[in-house]
Antibody
Framework: EVRLVESGGGLVQPGKSLRLSCVVSGFTFSVNAIHWVRQAPGKGLEWVSGLSWNSGTIGYADSVKGRFTISRDNAKNSLFLQMDSLRVEDTAFYYC??????????????WGQGTLVTVSS | QSVLTQPPSVSGAPGQRVTISCTGSDSNLGSNYDVHWYQQLPGTAPRLLIY???NRPSGVPDRFSGSKSATSASLAIAGLQAEDEADYYCQSYDSSLTGNVFGTGTKVTVL
């Protein structure tokens, strides 16, 4: 069974940092692309960032470029999102999502349950 | 910023057929990137419904079908059922943004 479990969400003040983690199981993590997708409460889906299977291709949404850093540890079946200079508009559920195949342009075939990040003073 | 445009809502009676459009541009759907569709039931994470324009993952009923032509795509739900009431999103890759993009989302209501 494919599982993606996010952690690290919580309440943080504007301008501060937070690091999200995602541990996966049930598939060969090292050969798949992996992504973060977020959803503000009551709003639509927004792709945040993605990594190809070997970290050779990295993508970021314009809204987080320069503030967020995605990384993966294939030996530990883990994905990370370092979020710096957080803004109120970064408040959202953050989903860890498996990509089909090794590259960023494919569909997103398995989703975690999400972790809530709230940016507020 | 959503570069794929969907109607905010569609509705239909049980048993009817509804369609949801997804309009893109030359840098995404028009660049031969595939379109994928997701269903999000209230209070749950999204799930993959259609991939690579018209393929259903295992477990998705054949009432759901997809198509794509040039810079637009559509999702059709035939024989609408109460459990189909959900939000639906299209998704593709954009070569100008060098990243994935989602549609604006469509809420399906079963009357």
């Amino acid at each position: 069974e494919v599982r993606l479990v996010e952690s690290g969400g919580g309440l943080v003040q504007p301008g501060k940092s937070l690091r999200l983690s995602c541990v996966v199981s049930g598939f060969t993590f090292s050969v798949n692309a992996i992504h973060w997708v977020r959803q503000a409460p009551g709003k639509g889906l927004e792709w945040v960032s993605g990594l190809s299977w070997n970290s050779g291709t990295i993508g970021y949404a314009d809204s987080v470029k320069g503030r967020f850093t995605i990384s993966r540890d294939n030996a530990k079946n883990s994905l990370f999102l370092q979020m710096d200079s957080l803004r109120v508009e970064d408040t959202a559920f953050y989903y860890c999502v498996k990509g089909r195949g090794g590259y960023l342009h494919r569909d997103l075939d398995y989703w975690g349950q999400g972790t809530l990040v709230t940016v507020s003073s | 910023q959503s570069v794929l445009t969907q109607p905010p809502s569609v509705s239909g009676a049980p048993g009817q057929r509804v369609t949801i459009s997804c309009t893109g541009s030359d840098s995404n759907l028009g660049s031969n990137y595939d379109v994928h569709w997701y269903q999000q039931l209230p209070g749950t994470a999204p799930r993959l419904l259609i991939y690579d324009n018209n393929n259903r993952p295992s477990g998705v009923p054949d009432r759901f079908s997809g198509s794509k032509s040039a810079t637009s795509a559509s999702l059709a739900i035939a024989g609408l059922q109460a459990e189909d009431e959900a939000d639906y999103y299209c998704q593709s890759y954009d070569s100008s943004l060098t990243g994935n993009v989602f549609g604006t989302g469509t809420k399906v209501t079963v009357l």
